[in-house]
């Protein structure tokens, strides 16, 4: 339910077929740096060729021993424990050990729209926020304490600080994960609306799907949203 002023940026990691794509690229460039020029284009036209079979076997096999530190470095960086990956555009969260998707949740994620007070003097942008965070706090039961984008949402005058009908209980679910700002992975009401980008920033996830999240990770536990 966060709502914030600005969108932090987007930090996506390198899809894992680059390292293929790279080796198709370099291994073109082999080839073309091998063709004859010059003097030795009409041996080349006459089904001739200047490629050193041993030179490019050499530089597959360097190409391959690359690949495989590469390789080596990302799997270093893969969280050895369960850790959440949020895709913000299919609205999908991953719950992930290694390699291995444990869970995939149909989720809500921020409706990217504006609600500025009648004044115009306090914009809000609803956007679920991109990047690497980790789970702050861990909250059953959480009450959600309404901002003051809530009420002019809603036409209502804006309370002081601490007031009671500042505090609703029951409508983010059994579970809330907060990563910082006020923004949590929790549940919903509206269960019907997951798929949707339909929220003020929060992650909306179902009680089945919330319920495994929450025995699966702690507070630590690294989310990746892009």
Known sequence: ???SNAMRQSCRPCPPY???ALLVGVLSLA???GCPRGKDT???DAGQTAIDPKVVKKRIDALKKENGRLQGRLDKL???EPYIVINTTLNRLYLRKGNETLLEAVISTGSNTELTTPDGRK???FSTPRGVFKVRHRKENPVWVRPDWAFVEEGEPIPGPTAPERYEAGVLGDYGL???DGYLIHGTLFQRFLGQSVTHGCVRVGDT???QIWESTRVGTPIYIF
Do not use: E, N, Q, Y
Request: proline share 4%; no cysteine; aromatic share 16%.
């Open 1 to 3: 339910m966060g709502g």
């Open 18 to 20: 680059a390292l293929s």
């Open 31 to 33: 080839f073309v740096s």
């Open 42 to 44: 009409a041996a080349a």
């Open 78 to 80: 893969i969280p050895k």
């Open 123 to 125: 914009t809000w942008f």
């Open 178 to 180: 907060d990563f910082g």
């Open 209 to 211: 799907d919330l319920a």
